[in-house]
């Protein structure tokens, strides 16, 4: 969950609100997260397999469209996954401009390419040697985060943390409009909680890890936010903050000096190309994992005859990464959040329902409390955050066909319509071939008690 996300967003949260009371947005996005992670926790436990959200949408949709819906994640899933990469090469190049000043812009955008380069030639190879130079680069992010929260705290003046400006609590349109936006980058902070649903195949006594793992992650990260936001503000006023690319070099430089933050700026380098080289690593696994499931693309379930790894879905994905990384930062996350919104978001919120009606002796290990509580609360803030999406992607580009939410809901036709070519010429599935009701995790109940 915890890559180069913080170090680049507290600007922009900062920003959104106006001053330190920016701190709403980290709260507003966990309590987002929570809600949908319970949603993923009842759905994960109940269902433990390799694919996640598309195992769900074909469990619940298959009996009126057959594999329409999980092919539209996966669709969905190609897109938004180097999305949330290329924000980790865009907060990479902003930090390299600390050690880098006055870049022009094609420098920039030729160094984005060059590390999403970098980065793909790390992973053409067998997964095996890629794990230990994976735990080296956690435990570098950990050093790098660390440092900065000690720094904060070793120089923390209350008086910047909590100087908030005049009417910060007014429940004003200024003061919703800053909450979407806010939201909207909170959530993305966020983003990586499930991720023990998407690996329920390997999970041991998923009933119980997959929902405790996303509950105490979720929270976890919330103070690490809250200690990180409100630690930088202690240092910096808030005014600098909002406008710095690169605050953790910043905080560090004014409380131990630029020989310090130079080198912790190195370490978040290495954080940043952390969370690109795991993300990539675990996200070119989805399409794979469709594919080989029959619910996508062929060519996606390739494997590379030497290597063995998806080296199609792994290609096609840096490639994505590197075009959008090129683009701001909040336009990018205003995007990645409106496509994760429509399938996958507001997807699974119907396919709770769905299932709890169409499979109801399901064997279920964990059940949402409160029951449809959450789900309502999760589906309400989805809405708000599609919609705060768009406003706020207006503010970075200018072009209407380039608004946020205009372009999730074209990735989103523009994957029904491939997967209606899909499924007349090379599947002969439904709707010009007979629906295939599997209900999978009913027909094995032996299996889904024992891994319970």
């Not at 915890?2 to 600007?11: A, E, L, R, S, V």
């Not at 131990?256 to 954080?271: A, K």
């Not at 989805?286 to 494997?303: C, E, S, T």
């Amino acid at each position: 969950m915890c890559g180069i996300g913080p170090f680049i967003t507290i600007p922009l949260m900062v920003a959104a609100f106006g001053g330190p009371q920016a701190i709403l947005g980290w709260v507003a996005g966990a309590l987002l997260a929570l809600s949908d992670g319970l949603i993923w926790a009842e759905l994960g436990a109940a269902m433990p397999g390799a694919g996640g959200t598309y195992i769900y949408l074909r469990e619940a949709f298959q009996y009126r469209t057959g594999r329409l819906m999980p092919f539209i994640f996966t669709w969905t899933a190609v897109l938004f996954i180097p999305l949330i990469m290329s924000t980790g090469i865009n907060g990479l190049v902003s930090y390299l401009g600390y050690l880098w000043p006055n870049m022009t812009w094609w420098q920039i955008d030729l160094v984005s390419f060059a590390l999403t380069g970098l980065v793909l030639f790390a992973l053409y190879r067998r997964i095996e040697s890629i794990g230990i130079l994976s735990n080296v680069l956690f435990i570098v992010m950990l050093i790098a985060i660390g440092t900065v929260i000690v720094a904060s705290y070793t120089h923390f003046n209350p008086a910047l943390a909590f100087s908030y400006p005049s009417g910060a609590f007014t429940l004003d349109s200024h003061f919703w409009g800053g909450l979407g936006a806010g939201l909207v980058i909170g959530i993305y902070d966020y983003l990586g909680y499930n991720t023990t649903a998407y690996m329920g195949a390997e999970v041991r006594n998923p009933g119980r890890a997959i929902p405790w793992s996303i509950i105490i992650s979720i929270c976890g990260m919330m103070l690490l936010y809250l200690a990180l936001n409100i630690g930088v503000m202690g240092v910096v006023p808030w005014q600098t903050v909002a406008k710095s690319s690169s605050v953790a070099s910043l905080v560090l430089e004014t409380a131990w000096g630029r020989g310090v933050s130079s080198v912790v700026t190195v370490l978040i380098l290495i954080t940043a190309f952390a969370s690109v080289f795991a993300g990539l690593l675990g996200g070119s696994r989805v399409p794979y994992n469709a594919a080989r499931d029959g619910v996508f693309l062929r060519q996606f379930g390739k494997l590379h005859p030497r290597y063995h790894f998806p080296h199609v879905a792994l290609i096609v994905m840096c490639v994505i990464t590197a075009l959008a990384s090129i683009l701001p930062l909040g336009t990018i996350i205003s995007i990645l959040t409106a496509v994760i919104v429509i399938v996958q978001a507001l997807g699974q919120v119907a396919a709770l329902t769905v299932l709890r009606r169409r499979q109801s002796e399901l064997k279920r290990p964990y059940r949402m409390w409160l029951y449809p509580l959450f789900s309502i609360l999760a589906l309400v803030g989805w809405v708000y955050v599609f919609i705060a999406s768009g406003l706020s992607g207006t503010q970075f580009i200018l072009p209407i066909w380039t608004n946020p939410m205009a372009m999730a809901i074209a990735w989103t036709l523009l994957g029904i319509i491939a997967y209606l070519l899909w499924a007349r010429f090379v599947e002969h599935t439904w709707p010009f071939g007979p629906k295939e009701i599997k209900e999978e995790y009913l027909e094995q109940p032996e299996e889904a008690e024992a891994s319970a």
